[in-house]
């Protein structure tokens, strides 16, 4: 005999929620930004407290925030981060992109070109904007840069997943992150990393935008409404690139490399229906870089008589990054600066007399040395690469001489997260987010000629900062699917 039982509370719940979308939306929404704004916020004070507390210096002299920005400049004189400051400071004076000479009478400037311009026009016009004589100018740079960054991430991860406790560990994530923030709050205040995060991050979220919509497609050769999308927004995805590559140079190296990779993987996947696309999205992607860094050559061009955006790229790997001698200071050593030097000593001479005697390509010329070089001393050129992955990847010292600090500890916690979640979608032959990956396959790859600095994998994190919602999103969606099954079944019963 039937008997009548009252309605399932799995039953009610979701049809109360959906009266209201909008407020729910909202309501998430306010959450997430609350969580966000709090971590970005209680990170700067704690890193504020450090600054006040003596805690950040340069051989023994502190460096504060009520310091004047010249009396900081002298501290950090020689450091890439001084560099920045001072010819910040003379773009907010309005004297243009230049640098003061040291120490020269009368005091004289000169084109600012060994790096980007990107950097210090952005933290000149946040001087001129804000004012200031005292780094706290900066230091409120660093933490609207954060945020803005974070902000953007959320957004990123948010194309993926709108589950909350998702959205709020990414808040949480792009707020308290060591290996970020052990190097922007410190005496890198005024680096390039940090103004470089807001259009990395631009970059991505115009990737992921690009990517999702590049799956949707199924044209052939003629491009319809989906394929023009997609290419739309890569363009939008270079255009973010080329801005981030006049603050870090390196940035076209890594469109060169999506571009590579989008067409590469449909040619070898024998992708028909998008190989068109694919196609034209990586001109695009090269293309709408080389547009945003044209109007800085030609002006390089009329005021200096060089066509470049920086100086500091012409032969920064085939020329200065193998073949600079290897143990010329503590820091070259240990960044892996002149693998080629330390295996052939003699093929670096060469390369450096053939660079000098005016030779056509010295880059295949470069190249040509290396491989032998590597060839013939295998296991030691391995042992120099081996022994210098935690200097890479860990933000600490070369092998043995490996202390574990807290950036070191959140790193190897979120790599594993980044491998978690490649196993589990992996699994489940579900898409990962090419955002997620590529800055981080590049340097895998780029990893074969020149090791480097912590520092070089900071756009990676830019990315990894997402993996743990994403994971989240991930688990949560296994754990749902149960219940949308008892739901249905319910439905189904009554």
């Not at 209201?20 to 909202?26: C, N, T, V």
């Not at 004589?133 to 997943?161: E, K, P």
Request: net charge positive; aromatic share 12%; with cysteine.
């Amino acid at each position: 005999m039937a008997t009548a039982t009252s309605p399932p509370v799995l039953s009610t719940a979701p049809l109360q929620l959906a009266a209201r979308p909008g407020l729910q939306r909202f309501a998430r929404w306010l959450a997430v930004a609350t969580v966000l704004v709090g971590t970005h916020l209680a990170t700067a004070s704690y890193f504020a407290a450090r600054y006040a507390g003596g805690e950040v210096g340069v051989a023994g002299k502190p460096l504060t925030l009520d310091l004047s920005q010249d009396a900081w400049a002298t501290i950090t004189a020689g450091a890439d981060s001084s560099a920045y400051l001072r010819v910040a400071r003379q773009v907010a004076a309005g004297n243009g992109v230049v640098a003061p000479f040291p120490g020269a009478v009368p005091p004289r400037t000169g084109p600012f070109t060994y790096w980007g311009p990107g950097a210090p026009v952005a933290l000149g016009i946040w001087l001129r904007l804000v004012g200031g004589d005292s780094m706290r100018t900066f230091f409120w740079f660093a933490v609207a840069s954060q945020l803005c960054f974070g902000a953007i991430t959320l957004a990123t991860v948010s194309l993926y997943t709108k589950n909350f406790w998702a959205l709020a560990a990414t808040a949480i994530c792009t707020g308290f992150c060591p290996p970020l923030q052990l190097w922007f709050y410190g005496d890198n205040l005024t680096s390039s990393e940090i103004v470089s995060l807001v259009p990395i991050a631009l970059s991505y979220f115009a990737l992921a935008k690009g990517f999702l919509a590049y799956r949707a497609v199924n044209c052939g050769r003629r491009l319809n409404a989906a394929a023009w999308r997609a290419v739309g927004w890569f363009a939008v995805a270079s255009l973010m690139i080329g801005v981030y590559s006049l603050v870090r140079d390196s940035g076209t190296v890594f469109a060169t490399f999506t571009a590579c990779f989008l067409a590469g993987r449909a040619i070898l996947k024998l992708d028909r229906p998008r190989l068109a696309v694919a196609l034209l999205a990586a001109f695009v992607l090269i293309a709408g870089v080389q547009a945003v860094r044209q109007p800085v050559r030609t002006w390089n061009k009329r005021r200096m008589g060089f066509s470049l955006v920086c100086a500091s790229s012409e032969g920064c790997i085939w020329r200065y990054g193998l073949w600079m001698k290897h143990d010329a200071a503590d820091w070259i050593e240990t960044a892996g600066l002149g693998m080629g030097e330390y295996l052939d000593p003699a093929a670096a001479k060469r390369v450096e007399d053939y660079y000098l005697a005016g030779g056509p390509q010295p880059e295949w010329y470069s190249l040509k040395q290396f491989v032998p070089a590597v060839l013939n001393r295998p296991r030691d050129a391995l042992q120099f690469k081996l022994v210098r992955l935690p200097v890479l990847w860990l933000a600490t010292n070369r092998w043995p001489n490996v202390h574990l600090n807290l950036a070191s500890y959140w790193c190897l916690a979120f790599y594993a997260t980044f491998v978690a979640l490649v196993v589990i979608h992996l699994r489940r032959r579900q898409y990962l987010p090419e955002p997620l990956y590529l800055y981080l396959l590049l340097l895998i790859c780029a990893s074969a000629l020149i090791h480097y600095e912590f520092r070089y994998t900071l756009p990676i994190w830019s990315a990894l900062v997402m993996a743990p919602g994403l994971l989240i999103a991930a688990f949560a969606e296994k754990r749902s699917l149960p219940t949308q099954q008892s739901v249905s079944q319910l439905t189904t019963d009554d």
